[in-house]
């Protein structure tokens, strides 16, 4: 099985040492949480340090947990109920429902609830009152430990016990811990008391986090007359940098305000430029402070690769940062690690990393930039109008009949796609490397989120020009938000939508066939028969020999797409051995099919996924070379995330998805190198319903 943490384990090197413990310096006494599998030795350790003696349960499935009385009283152990699929109750690893299920539950990330981060006036930031240390031994070590405590005859939990158990519980806080780390809680990983703590570092991050240093020790609770004297005489003073019109040296660390006003920094000799993002039509109170990064010699000419920073992001920006390498293509004058950047509530706390590279900053005097961006986006979303010809809204079934005819029929035909030995379109497409890729994962009925993209970067412009092309990676249908998922008009109107955008761009959006692109009753979500319910509404509006042309629409679909630099599908390589031949004859494989469409990846509780020998013997069996992105959807990672790159160690291997209604992700091909990026979310179809008709 393969290891979760393997090159993200870092160890903390600044550490303070409690009755024989090493532990993090930045850590205050009281924050520690102790928490991990059965047996890993929680009990031995919290009374080793003189912590609290009992032990505590959260159900982290609980909204407000962190309020809970059982973490009143820390140091202290506690036990972790944890959400998994079809079991509505929080679970324990060691209950009874967990242990006995018939096959290994599934954690289900998405029903965590997540302290909040006290970004708001006067909201306390839980987040940073706790810090959850994860004792994680090996299984091995976990097995022997539980095995030499079963003679004691007083632990229930090591009634049912064998190695695989051992090996499965660990795997399940494995996986916690990681989400914990990925939702900006502050945890770190221990394998044995005498062993050095350890963060999680992935890449990307900055490093060792700012709490674990000896630096950043937490700010005292305003509950307390300690806070209140933090809070007046400022024993830790902001170094304010006042950005002027004349390059300045930033030699320490610094705090730029968020002003709404640009500016650009210098790292070595290379110059980038930092906006605010400005989404349109949002009100100003639901405004996410994020920032932009971007090249100031490619932006704004053509599509382009951008960064973004969000509230409570801290990154390292350097030669050893591969995304944002790939983004900027970094030259030797900029070093491995040159700086880090926190977003605070907005303002951008610089550290320059290194004494021998400078780091420069300057005002950015640009008053004009806010309008033309609006005009580009106006003149963008004019544009989809026209092509929608209207409002975004349903098809009168007249019309939207005529249409899906029209589309079956480009599809019999489709652009840069082999026929199979039937004469009919086959399930692979080939595209020169002459496109520029723009790929999107599942929307899931998110109709705002395909609207905010085709109306982003330029990219409605590649499309006119024949320059790129839009890929969607199946799913488009299905809304997985809960109290909307048996509400089919918006996947309606998704298709109608995409379907439009087909005929107005036959060789250039391609929609390949995802799970979720069939009327089958086994298309469901917490018990709802998705595919059922939209085979029905679809009868309803529009009859059924609109039906019968969608039936018609999800077989020509094909499967898979690659150039020489890529390849994508829906949700990832079969277990079987495939061949250029095999793809474009997909009708005569259903194995294939299956696995292309509804496979997901290898997990410790999904041991009949996919892994990286698979994704080997696909890019192999069409020529591709080691380490081509090979890019899916369907199986997001967590639930607080979009893009997810090198998933399970698999070079090249990512995830996306577009389904968040915080907007949506995209994978872009720039500099031949696939650049994820995040925009925000936008009422497009509220905006382009304003629009006045005579426009």
Known sequence: MADPFRKKLVPITELQNVRGVDLPIGLTFVQLVVTGPPGAGKTYYVNKIHGWPNEGYLDLTRRGWWKDKSLTYRPREVHLGLPFEGVPQALAVFDPQWLEAEKPLKLQLERFQIPPDGSRFLQTNWRQRYIFEFLLPKAEIIFAQ???????GYFPVDEELSLDIVRRQLAIYQEVVLYMHRVKMQVYVREALDQPPMCIVEEGDAGIPRWATATSGPRPSLKTMAGWKWLILRRDPINWITVTDQWQKIKKEGRVAYDGNSFELKIGKRVLRFYPELPLGVRRKYLRRNWLITDPRTFGSNICGFAK?????????????EEYQAIFNFAEDVAERHIHITNEKGDLIITPLTDTKPVEIIRLTDAGRTARVKVRRYDAIKEIRTIY???????????????IKDVNDRLAREAYRPKN?????????????????????????QVNNLLKILTENRFLEG??????????????????????????DSSILMMDIILTMKKHFPNNLFYLRGNHDSFAAAISKDTISQGVVMHQQLLKLRGIEYVQEMEKFYELLAYVIKSNSFVACHAGPSHKKITRTKLINLYTHPKITKDIVSSRLKRPNYLAGYSKSDVKRFRKGLGLAKGTPFIVGHTPIDPSGSVWRNVADIKGHHIIYSGRPSGPSVFVQINKKMIPLSYPAEPLIKLIGKIPERE
Do not use: Y
């Open 421 to 445: 030995t039937a004469g009919m379109p086959g399930g692979l497409i080939e595209l020169p490397d002459t496109i520029t890729p723009i790929i999107v994962g599942d929307l899931h009925a």
């Open 146 to 152: 539980r095995q030499a405590r079963q003679s004691e």
């Open 309 to 321: 920073i969000r509230p409570n992001d801290t990154v390292m920006i350097g030669r050893a940062n």
């Open 389 to 403: 010809g209207g409002d975004i809204s349903l098809l009168p079934p007249d019309k939207a009949l005529a249409l």
């Open 463 to 488: 499309l006119e020009s024949e320059t790129a092309c839009l890929i969607i990676l199946g799913d488009a249908v299905h809304s997985e938000i809960p109290g909307e998922m048996d509400k089919m």
